[in-house]
């Protein structure tokens, strides 16, 4: 009870950090005549008949804000992407070690609406920071709830040359056009370096007693 106690107070913490940052994620035209610093929250989690079993939270998160018009910046897939990976909401498994990362956050539209039945690709390196191009170890997707929110278990990824460490993600709503991107951790050495890196897509991360847990929305072309 008390880790459970502490984990609900970190992704509250996450929350209000996500909060606090607008330009967390997001650039791109903002096509909408809306204002660009209005924010509008997301509704509150409702449970949804449909809702994928595998796609359901275990804590979820306070509300999200979002800047209507701006889109999360679109980043190269790489050469490292694998189609097929499985339905899970977890990417640990036998033989996978490493630091225990939970990437949490909301998938939206760009007038700031939850996307539900979102479909998220996600790929990165082991611990050592090697890609599994043969199976589809640490490759998985998953379905946002009703409500927007996604939650993926895996671990921290290593780093490979020239590159920062980052987290490949494919966003692909029910309609319209899918979002190819990356993420990326603070205090990386790495950032600094990397010609890929870009502020705008670092999550939000926090340390807890069982790993860390990182927040990021997703803001996305989706009618
Ligand atoms: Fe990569």
Not at 17 to 36: K, L
Not at 93 to 112: A, F, H, K, Q, W
Request: one cysteine or more; charged letters at 15%; proline letters at 10%.
């Amino acid at each position: 009870m008390r880790r459970l106690a502490a984990g609900i107070l970190v992704l509250a913490s996450l929350a209000l950090t996500a909060c606090s940052n607008d330009d967390h994620a997001q650039v791109g035209p903002a096509s909408s005549p809306t204002s660009p610093t209005a924010t509008q929250p997301v509704p509150p989690t409702q449970p949804s008949p449909t809702q994928t079993p595998t796609a359901r939270p275990v804590t979820p998160l306070p509300t999200a804000i979002c800047t209507p018009g701006r889109f999360t910046l679109a980043q190269t897939e790489g050469p490292y992407f694998k189609a097929g990976a499985p339905l899970r909401t977890s990417l640990i498994e036998p033989g996978v070690n490493g630091t225990r990362l939970i990437v949490t956050g909301y998938v939206m539209s760009r007038d700031c609406r939850p996307v539900a039945d979102a479909r998220m690709e996600f790929w990165h390196t082991d611990a050592q920071g090697n890609y599994d191009n043969t199976g589809y170890r640490l490759r998985g997707h998953l379905f946002t709830d009703a409500t927007g929110l996604y939650r993926l278990e895996t671990i921290v990824p290593g780093l490979y040359p020239g590159r920062t460490r980052h987290i490949h993600v494919k966003v692909l709503p029910p309609t319209g056009p899918g979002l190819t991107t990356q993420t990326y951790f603070p205090n990386e050495s790495g950032n600094a370096n990397d010609g890929i890196f870009n502020a705008g897509l670092m999550m939000s991360v926090q340390e807890t007693g069982d790993g860390r847990v990182a927040r990021f929305d997703f803001v996305v072309n989706a009618s």
